[in-house]
């Protein structure tokens, strides 16, 4: 790499290290900058995700006092994204590369809309309960189907990971009724337990690029934490909109 270049790659480090404590969509900055620099796409995946790393981590080190407040739910969402990306790392591995290309824009559009219409869902669900009667579900711990569904976040985590704390923060929204604080800060954790997995995976399995790794976990740890402090200031609403404009944007840029 050039100066130019290795300053390029540490700049898409500190800013994916910000994005992954926000919005969630880290890898849609630092992926494509990989590829300019002329890594191949599975080189550049691989280092990618072991370079985001440390960013997750000083993220959900950000969100420590959120993480606290439901430690039954925190040890869930770490415990089966961790297990759902040994499976996503392992498929990056066998399959040929750009297998969900035609797959991934869509599925980030899908779980854009979840989180914009999330609040709408969970009222009219509150609703139907109180015409009925009934006391609502406790919906403050993980169900079956919260829990199923988040382990699929971490196996797409472990593949590819763009978009992952999208489609992460929307599955928790709408299996949980927590502030969405604490769930931007759940979804931090879970690109966390993904990413780490996956990197012992691809450490032992994979070819990847050391210089590039080492540029963006420097990047990515300061980023990490400093979108922490913002995440957990940002309103609610502002940070559902924030989550959905960008994930639109990435979405419609990988249809290109």
Same mark, same amino acid.
């Given at each position: ?43 550049? #995946?691989?280092? #990618? ?77 509150? +609703?139907?309960?109180?015409? +009925? ?50 769930? #931007? ?9 993904? #990413? ?32 922490? +402090?913002?995440?957990? +200031? ?23």
């Amino acid at each position: 790499m050039t100066a130019l270049e290795a300053l390029a790659v540490l700049a898409a480090g500190l800013g994916s290290g910000v994005l992954t404590a926000t919005v969630g969509v880290a890898s849609l900055l630092s992926f494509p900058v990989l590829l300019a620099v002329g890594l191949p796409p599975v080189v550049a #995946n691989a280092s #990618n995700t072991v370079g985001l790393t440390p960013g997750a981590l000083s993220g959900s080190f950000g969100y420590r006092a959120e993480l606290r407040e439901h430690p039954r739910v925190t040890v869930v969402v770490l415990t089966v994204c961790a297990i759902g990306s040994v499976g996503g790392a392992l498929l990056l591995l066998v399959l040929p590369p750009g297998v969900f290309e035609a797959v991934v824009p869509w599925l980030i559009l899908f779980t854009c809309l979840l989180v914009g219409v999330q609040p709408s869902i969970s009222s009219a669900v509150r +609703r139907r309960a109180e015409a +009925r009667g009934t006391v609502p579900v406790d919906r403050t711990t993980m169900g079956p189907l919260t829990t199923v569904a988040t382990a699929l976040t971490g196996v797409y985590g472990g593949y590819f990971g763009a978009g992952s704390g999208v489609m992460a923060l929307a599955v928790l929204a709408l299996g949980l009724d927590l502030e969405l604080r604490v769930v #931007n800060a759940l979804k931090t954790l879970a690109i966390l337990a993904a #990413n780490v997995v996956a990197s012992v995976i691809f450490v032992v399995l994979a070819d990847l690029d050391w210089a590039v790794i080492g540029l963006l976990a420097a990047g990515s740890i300061v980023g990490g934490y400093v979108g922490a +402090r913002i995440g957990r +200031r940002l309103p609610g609403a502002v940070l559902r909109v924030a989550v959905v404009v960008v994930g639109v944007t990435a979405a419609l840029l990988l249809l290109r």
